[in-house]
């Protein structure tokens, strides 16, 4: 049985922790806000773009999507895994580095085998459960988050959209945490490249009250050739900014969680702490009666 002192330094101990669990709650949570915000800013523009393109896709019989829509035979392939810098996010990172695991032992087992699947990490987590085990991971995108503007993101894939265009990748594959709320996070694995074209422009298709039409310049074929790598771009922006609100979201539940067991932790140790006490003060009393009879006797 623990004795008073050393039930007395756990309650500080679970108490300070409390302390430094509840704040990294509340600044996760202003955080999140922060993140969401920035979601919602990004929602009418992307809207926009998907809606410009399916109207015309609606005035020409076949939409070209270029050369991001080549399927071909996947000889090379590339993973963007997204991370954290940071722990203490519940399953956040781990969900996603078994989704990758999973992915490149079964879908691109034979890839890997032959060294022909490489991998680009954004956020440290990632980066260093990748590179220790010796897989082929050719850059790392640590700092990004420290920094998180379109520019930025921009900067990532679109060197990978050039290789894909090269045919050096024939699959691009993004693997992260969707945002859906401050306490869920929808494990995705999406394919980027090559793009799939219904999904492509059914992407936020609005249902347009009149039949109308535009005045484009110079061409129809000029704007979507234009546009369909602005969309990829800002899929990929998006990506980024999702798992970003839902590493946030994902650390505030944790927080609140840690808090939660540290209070409850606490109540119980000060009801063993207040037995503890009780039964001391009740055995020195026996003694000193006990010693009192004695005398007596």
Sequence with gaps: MAGLKEVRVRIASVESTKQITNAMKMVSASKLRKAQNTIVRLRPYEAKMHEIL?????????????????????????IIIITSNKGLCGNFNSSVIKEALNTINNKYAQLNKEGKLDIITIGRKGSDYFRKRRYNVINEFDSLFQNLTYE???????????????????????IYNKFKN????????????????????????KKNKSDVDYLYEPDKLEIV?????????????????????AEHGARMTAMHK?????????KS?????????????????????????????
């Design 54 to 78: 399916h109207h015309i896709q609606s005035k020409i019989q076949d939409l070209p999507l270029a050369d991001f829509a080549q399927k071909r035979e996947v000889k090379e392939a590339l």
């Design 152 to 174: 930025n993101t921009e900067a990532v894939i679109k060197p990978v959209m050039n290789s894909f265009i090269d045919g050096h990748y024939d699959a691009v594959d993004i």
């Design 182 to 205: 401050a306490s869920v996070q929808i494990l995705s694995n999406e394919c980027f490249l090559p793009v799939e074209t219904d999904s492509f422009t059914a992407t936020h298709k």
């Design 225 to 245: 050739s234009q546009l369909i790598p602005k969309i990829l771009k800002l899929r990929f922006h998006r990506a980024i900014l999702d798992s970003n609100a």
């Design 258 to 266: 840690a808090t939660d067991n540290a209070t409850e932790l606490i």
């Design 269 to 297: 140790l000060r009801l063993y702490y207040n037995k503890v006490r009780q039964a001391t003060i009740t055995k020195e009393i026996l003694e000193i009666v006990g010693g009192a009879e004695a005398l007596k006797g």
